[in-house]
């Protein structure tokens, strides 16, 4: 692998993701609110890595065919369904210590990640034409490199990962991993995808996935244009060995470091949530029961009636009763019919602010 890297320029960039990664694992968190922010992160990560090749669906509809399985040929519904499957595969690979990522993993990736969606796509098998890397609105970044070309590179790829990639922090590994797969982009479709899940597996497998709290691929996905300026930054027009990685790596690092800010400040967040919960039920003005559903329907943004016996342990009129407590107390608004309800997050929810965080410096 042929690449430049300034690293001045990342310096503070990993001092900082160094200080994240201390403050997540020393995060004094409820461990329901963990759980439900990282069902949270998992949903945005499949959200966001699809929509960024242009899949139609929102969040709350990707959570509804992840959760539903409904059986579609739908292209959208399946390429969530694919995406699940190759980044459950990615997390339960990267936990294994001596797990060795080389171009074999890719292929399975990809193979997971086009699963069931169209075979003429050729899962996991190398392109023999010609690309051109696009976003969603089908404006062209950057030419690949040439068919002809790939297998020898990808060859190359894999041994930098297994070798070459000790050498970069675990974060910079990740970043530059990430742009040599869209560089050389293999395959015929799903090169983002698997780029993204790739990166998501370095970082996992190194211990830098911030307790499964972080969704990078939504960052990257709210930060659309500058992701794709920062790829064309690196590469130019079009491939060529030699690329300055410098623009991208440390547009990547700095993406982490913002999405990771942000859940920080939503999890502060949450203590401003419960004080809010607790003076009106203090007053009288709320059920007590109805705090911590609040607090899961606010990290969420919805909450479905199952979700709220789960929660609470209340079932038949006393949830019902306690859901519509919630939509008279502005908390909640209701939507969909009575076999399909679901409750997103109503004014006063929404009008409790995340809490901006300053990350601890070593």
Same mark, same amino acid.
């Given at each position: 692998?042929?690449?430049?890297?300034?690293?001045?320029?990342?310096?503070?960039?990993?001092?900082?993701?160094?200080?994240?990664?201390?403050?997540?694992?020393?995060?004094?968190?409820?461990?329901?609110?963990?759980?439900?922010?990282?069902?949270?992160?998992?949903?945005?990560?499949?959200?966001?890595?699809?929509?960024?090749?242009?899949?139609?669906?929102?969040?709350?509809?990707?959570?509804?065919?992840?959760?539903?399985?409904?059986?579609?040929?739908?292209?959208?519904?399946?390429?969530?369904?694919?995406?699940?499957?190759?980044?459950?595969?990615?997390?339960?690979?990267?936990?294994?210590?001596?797990?060795?990522?080389?171009?074999?993993?890719?292929?399975?990736?990809?193979?997971?990640?086009?699963?069931?969606?169209?075979?003429?796509?050729?899962? #996991?098998?190398?392109?023999?034409?010609?690309?051109?890397?696009?976003?969603?609105?089908?404006?062209?970044?950057?030419?690949?490199?040439?068919?002809?070309?790939?297998?020898?590179?990808?060859?190359?790829?894999?041994?930098?990962?297994?070798?070459?990639?000790?050498?970069?922090?675990?974060?910079?590994?990740?970043?530059?991993?990430?742009?040599?797969?869209?560089?050389?982009?293999?395959?015929?479709?799903?090169?983002?995808?698997?780029?993204?899940?790739?990166?998501?597996?370095?970082?996992?497998?190194?211990?830098?996935?911030?307790?499964?709290?972080?969704?990078?691929?939504?960052?990257?996905?709210?930060?659309?244009?500058?992701?794709?300026?920062?790829?064309?930054?690196?590469?130019?027009?079009?491939?060529?060995?030699?690329?300055?990685?410098?623009?991208?790596?440390?547009?990547?690092?700095?993406?982490?470091?913002?999405?990771?800010?942000?859940?920080?400040?939503?999890?502060?967040?949450?203590?401003?949530?419960?004080?809010?919960?607790?003076?009106?039920?203090?007053?009288?003005?709320?059920?007590?029961?109805?705090?911590?559903?609040?607090?899961?329907?606010?990290?969420?943004?919805?909450?479905?009636? #199952?979700?709220?016996?789960?929660?609470?342990?209340?079932?038949?009129?006393?949830?019902?009763?306690?859901?519509?407590?919630?939509?008279?107390?502005?908390?909640?608004?209701?939507?969909?019919?009575?076999?399909?309800?679901?409750?997103?997050?109503?004014?006063?929810?929404?009008?409790?602010?995340?809490?901006?965080?300053?990350?601890?410096?070593?």
């Amino acid at each position: 692998m042929d690449y430049r890297l300034s690293k001045r320029a990342t310096e503070s960039s990993i001092r900082a993701i160094d200080d994240l990664r201390w403050l997540f694992a020393n995060l004094g968190m409820d461990p329901r609110y963990r759980e439900w922010f990282q069902h949270r992160a998992w949903v945005r990560t499949i959200h966001g890595t699809t929509r960024i090749e242009g899949n139609s669906l929102n969040d709350l509809e990707v959570e509804e065919v992840l959760e539903r399985l409904p059986i579609t040929r739908q292209k959208d519904a399946l390429e969530v369904l694919a995406t699940r499957t190759a980044l459950a595969f990615v997390d339960e690979l990267a936990a294994d210590p001596k797990l060795v990522i080389d171009e074999r993993v890719i292929r399975e990736i990809h193979k997971r990640v086009l699963d069931d969606i169209d075979p003429i796509l050729r899962p #996991g098998e190398y392109r023999t034409g010609e690309n051109r890397v696009g976003d969603a609105e089908g404006n062209i970044i950057f030419a690949t490199a040439l068919s002809g070309d790939v297998p020898d590179l990808m060859h190359r790829f894999g041994g930098w990962l297994r070798e070459g990639a000790r050498d970069e922090h675990p974060v910079v590994a990740a970043a530059l991993g990430h742009l040599e797969l869209v560089a050389i982009h293999p395959f015929y479709d799903g090169n983002g995808r698997t780029a993204r899940a790739l990166s998501r597996m370095l970082l996992v497998h190194h211990g830098f996935a911030l307790d499964g709290l972080v969704s990078v691929d939504a960052y990257l996905d709210l930060q659309r244009r500058d992701y794709f300026a920062a790829i064309r930054a690196s590469l130019g027009t079009a491939y060529r060995r030699g690329y300055d990685a410098t623009p991208f790596v440390t547009y990547l690092i700095g993406a982490i470091v913002g999405a990771a800010e942000h859940v920080l400040s939503r999890v502060k967040g949450v203590t401003e949530l419960l004080r809010v919960l607790r003076d009106e039920a203090a007053r009288g003005e709320l059920s007590p029961q109805l705090t911590d559903a609040l607090v899961f329907a606010w990290i969420n943004g919805s909450i479905r009636p #199952g979700d709220y016996r789960s929660i609470t342990g209340r079932t038949g009129p006393s949830a019902t009763r306690d859901l519509s407590e919630a939509v008279r107390a502005d908390y909640l608004t209701a939507t969909g019919e009575t076999s399909s309800r679901r409750y997103l997050a109503g004014p006063k929810l929404r009008a409790v602010q995340t809490v901006p965080v300053t990350p601890r410096v070593s």
